[in-house]
Protein backbone atom coordinates (compact mmCIF):
# COMPACT_ATOMS: atom_id res chain seq x y z
CA UNK A 1 0.00 0.00 0.00
CA UNK A 2 1.27 3.14 -0.73
CA UNK A 3 1.13 6.34 0.61
CA UNK A 4 -1.97 7.71 -1.12
CA UNK A 5 -3.99 5.14 -0.42
CA UNK A 6 -3.39 5.00 3.36
CA UNK A 7 -3.83 8.97 2.91
CA UNK A 8 -6.89 8.04 0.79
CA UNK A 9 -7.78 5.95 3.86
CA UNK A 10 -7.26 8.21 6.62
CA UNK A 11 -9.07 10.76 4.39
CA UNK A 12 -11.67 8.21 4.47
CA UNK A 13 -11.76 7.32 7.98
CA UNK A 14 -11.53 11.11 9.02
CA UNK A 15 -14.36 11.99 6.69
CA UNK A 16 -16.47 9.40 8.19
CA UNK A 17 -15.19 10.15 11.51
CA UNK A 18 -16.45 13.44 10.93
CA UNK A 19 -19.56 12.89 9.27
CA UNK A 20 -20.48 10.49 12.24
CA UNK A 21 -19.45 13.50 14.86
CA UNK A 22 -21.76 15.91 12.55
CA UNK A 23 -24.32 13.17 12.50
CA UNK A 24 -23.93 13.26 16.35
CA UNK A 25 -24.11 16.70 16.75
CA UNK A 26 -27.41 16.80 15.07
CA UNK A 27 -28.81 14.40 17.17
CA UNK A 28 -27.52 15.96 20.03
CA UNK A 29 -28.81 19.03 18.48
CA UNK A 30 -32.41 17.31 17.77
CA UNK A 31 -32.18 16.07 21.22
CA UNK A 32 -31.82 19.33 23.13
CA UNK A 33 -34.22 21.00 20.53
CA UNK A 34 -36.77 18.77 21.25
CA UNK A 35 -35.67 18.86 25.25
CA UNK A 36 -36.32 22.47 24.87
CA UNK A 37 -39.93 21.89 23.24
CA UNK A 38 -40.81 19.37 25.55
CA UNK A 39 -40.50 21.88 28.12
CA UNK A 40 -41.67 24.87 26.67
CA UNK A 41 -45.03 23.03 26.45
CA UNK A 42 -44.70 21.64 29.43
CA UNK A 43 -44.42 25.29 31.06
CA UNK A 44 -47.49 26.54 28.52
CA UNK A 45 -49.60 23.07 29.64
CA UNK A 46 -49.14 24.35 32.90
CA UNK A 47 -49.28 28.00 32.67
CA UNK A 48 -52.50 27.31 30.40
CA UNK A 49 -53.59 25.11 33.61
CA UNK A 50 -52.87 28.03 36.19
CA UNK A 51 -55.24 30.84 33.69
CA UNK A 52 -58.01 27.75 33.39
CA UNK A 53 -58.17 27.73 36.90
CA UNK A 54 -57.90 31.51 37.36
CA UNK A 55 -60.34 31.57 34.53
CA UNK A 56 -62.58 29.30 36.70
CA UNK A 57 -61.90 31.16 39.98
CA UNK A 58 -63.20 34.74 37.75
CA UNK A 59 -65.66 32.92 35.98
CA UNK A 60 -67.38 31.50 39.68
CA UNK A 61 -66.82 34.95 41.28
CA UNK A 62 -68.91 36.62 38.26
CA UNK A 63 -71.28 34.07 38.14
CA UNK A 64 -72.29 34.87 41.90
CA UNK A 65 -71.93 38.70 41.21
CA UNK A 66 -74.67 38.29 38.46
CA UNK A 67 -76.51 36.12 40.43
CA UNK A 68 -76.75 38.79 43.52
CA UNK A 69 -76.79 41.22 40.92
CA UNK A 70 -80.18 39.46 39.96
CA UNK A 71 -81.44 38.41 43.11
CA UNK A 72 -80.89 42.06 44.01
CA UNK A 73 -82.73 43.39 40.80
CA UNK A 74 -85.82 40.73 41.67
CA UNK A 75 -86.26 42.12 45.10
CA UNK A 76 -86.26 45.99 44.13
CA UNK A 77 -88.50 44.59 41.01
CA UNK A 78 -90.79 43.34 43.97
CA UNK A 79 -90.70 46.23 46.14
CA UNK A 80 -91.38 48.57 42.75
CA UNK A 81 -94.70 46.49 42.11
CA UNK A 82 -95.53 46.50 45.82
CA UNK A 83 -95.44 50.51 45.62
CA UNK A 84 -96.90 50.31 42.53
CA UNK A 85 -99.96 48.12 43.59
CA UNK A 86 -99.53 50.34 47.11
CA UNK A 87 -99.91 53.68 44.51
CA UNK A 88 -102.55 52.20 42.48
CA UNK A 89 -104.77 50.91 45.63
CA UNK A 90 -104.15 54.57 47.04
CA UNK A 91 -104.88 56.52 43.57
CA UNK A 92 -108.06 54.38 43.20
CA UNK A 93 -109.31 55.08 46.85
CA UNK A 94 -108.08 58.93 46.29
CA UNK A 95 -110.28 58.91 43.20
CA UNK A 96 -113.78 57.04 44.69
CA UNK A 97 -113.17 59.68 47.57
CA UNK A 98 -113.22 62.56 44.91
CA UNK A 99 -116.06 61.38 42.94
CA UNK A 100 -117.61 61.30 46.37
CA UNK A 101 -116.85 64.99 47.11
CA UNK A 102 -117.60 66.11 43.67
CA UNK A 103 -121.10 64.46 43.58
CA UNK A 104 -121.55 65.83 46.91
CA UNK A 105 -120.63 68.94 45.49
CA UNK A 106 -122.52 68.69 42.69
CA UNK A 107 -126.06 68.04 44.37
CA UNK A 108 -125.59 71.13 46.48
CA UNK A 109 -124.91 73.57 43.58
CA UNK A 110 -127.32 71.99 41.52
CA UNK A 111 -129.96 72.56 44.95
CA UNK A 112 -128.14 76.12 44.96
CA UNK A 113 -128.95 77.06 41.38
CA UNK A 114 -132.52 75.25 41.50
CA UNK A 115 -133.30 77.58 44.57
CA UNK A 116 -131.58 80.73 42.53
CA UNK A 117 -133.82 79.50 39.50
CA UNK A 118 -136.64 79.17 41.72
CA UNK A 119 -136.39 82.55 43.39
CA UNK A 120 -136.00 83.96 39.46
CA UNK A 121 -138.90 82.19 38.06
CA UNK A 122 -141.12 83.47 40.94
CA UNK A 123 -139.58 87.00 40.44
CA UNK A 124 -140.60 86.97 36.84
CA UNK A 125 -143.96 85.59 37.93
CA UNK A 126 -144.25 88.69 39.89
CA UNK A 127 -143.07 90.59 37.34
CA UNK A 128 -145.57 88.98 34.76
CA UNK A 129 -148.51 89.61 37.67
CA UNK A 130 -147.95 93.41 37.97
CA UNK A 131 -147.52 93.98 34.62
CA UNK A 132 -150.58 92.24 33.91
CA UNK A 133 -152.39 94.15 36.70
CA UNK A 134 -150.82 97.85 35.28
CA UNK A 135 -152.29 96.24 31.16
CA UNK A 136 -155.18 95.54 32.87
CA UNK A 137 -155.76 99.38 34.66
CA UNK A 138 -154.18 100.91 31.83
CA UNK A 139 -156.86 99.03 29.57
CA UNK A 140 -159.64 99.77 31.94
CA UNK A 141 -158.63 103.53 31.62
CA UNK A 142 -158.85 103.36 28.13
CA UNK A 143 -162.09 101.91 28.23
CA UNK A 144 -162.97 104.98 30.61
CA UNK A 145 -161.06 106.86 28.01
CA UNK A 146 -162.81 105.79 25.08
CA UNK A 147 -166.21 105.78 26.67
CA UNK A 148 -165.32 109.89 27.25
CA UNK A 149 -164.44 109.87 24.36
CA UNK A 150 -167.16 108.34 22.75
CA UNK A 151 -169.52 110.33 25.12
CA UNK A 152 -167.76 113.68 23.80
CA UNK A 153 -168.20 112.91 20.20
CA UNK A 154 -172.29 112.14 20.80
CA UNK A 155 -172.62 115.20 22.74
CA UNK A 156 -170.89 117.48 21.10
CA UNK A 157 -172.69 117.67 18.13
CA UNK A 158 -176.11 117.50 20.51
CA UNK A 159 -174.57 120.39 21.96
CA UNK A 160 -173.79 122.29 18.94
CA UNK A 161 -177.52 121.25 17.85
CA UNK A 162 -178.64 123.03 21.20
CA UNK A 163 -176.41 125.89 21.19
CA UNK A 164 -177.47 126.48 17.25
CA UNK A 165 -181.08 126.32 18.17
CA UNK A 166 -180.53 128.84 21.20
CA UNK A 167 -178.57 131.06 19.10
CA UNK A 168 -180.83 131.17 15.90
CA UNK A 169 -184.02 130.51 17.19
CA UNK A 170 -184.77 131.65 20.92
CA UNK A 171 -183.71 135.53 19.72
CA UNK A 172 -187.42 135.77 20.23
Not at 14 to 25: M, P, Q, R, T
Not at 84 to 92: C, K, Q, T, V, Y
Amino acid sequence: MNINDLEKNVAKKIKKVKNDALEELENMNKESQLERENRLLKEAIALSHTERKKFQKDHKLQTDNMKNTITKLENKINKLQDGNNLLSESIAYEINNLSTKIDVLLVSKVKTISKVNKEYIEGLKELTNKSKSRFESFYNKKKFIDILIFTNLGITPVLFLIILFFIFFKKN
